[in-house]
């Protein structure tokens, strides 16, 4: 699977931006997808997981209550809509998938095999 992550863009604290991630090949239902971001002079961590069915869902406690992670299997595209935007929010954001995915299940780890291109996301205070 292929991957192309764009919405990053410049945002005020307290804004909201939508990222969108689009997926190319015939299999886009059988990966699990994540969203991850790599901060300036920080590793890169995951920030949301959505599993392939769509059904579940799991976020970083960074982010939980202020992200959603969605998906659309037919359209082939994984959303992350940044609400309550914070400057610690910025980063380069990365989409991702990975194979060996079962239906229910959302995994907020680093096993992740495809990525997409960053896109940046800056949060001014």
Same mark, same amino acid.
């Given at each position: 699977? =292929?991957? =192309?992550?764009?919405?990053?863009?410049?945002? =005020?604290?307290?804004?909201?931006?939508?990222?969108?991630?689009a997926a190319s090949?015939?299999?886009?239902?059988?990966?699990?997808?994540?969203?991850?971001?790599?901060?300036?002079?920080?590793?890169?961590?995951?920030?949301?997981?959505?599993?392939?069915?769509?059904?579940?869902?799991?976020?970083?406690?960074?982010?939980?209550?202020?992200?959603?992670?969605?998906?659309?299997?037919?359209?082939?595209?994984?959303?992350?809509?940044?609400?309550?935007?914070?400057?610690?929010?910025?980063?380069?954001?990365?989409?991702?998938?990975?194979?060996?995915?079962?239906?229910?299940?959302?995994?907020?780890?680093?096993?992740?095999?495809?990525?997409?291109?960053?896109? =940046?996301?800056?949060?001014?205070?």
């Amino acid at each position: 699977v =292929q991957l =192309q992550a764009f919405g990053g863009g410049l945002m =005020q604290a307290g804004g909201f931006l939508r990222l969108s991630c689009a997926a190319s090949g015939r299999t886009f239902n059988t990966y699990g997808m994540g969203w991850f971001r790599r901060a300036p002079g920080k590793e890169r961590e995951i920030v949301a997981a959505i599993s392939r069915n769509g059904g579940y869902t799991s976020y970083s406690d960074s982010v939980k209550g202020r992200f959603t992670i969605s998906r659309d299997n037919a359209k082939k595209i994984v959303l992350l809509q940044m609400n309550i935007l914070k400057p610690e929010d910025t980063a380069v954001y990365y989409c991702a998938g990975r194979s060996r995915a079962i239906l229910t299940a959302a995994y907020l780890d680093d096993e992740y095999e495809y990525w997409g291109q960053g896109t =940046q996301v800056t949060v001014s205070s």
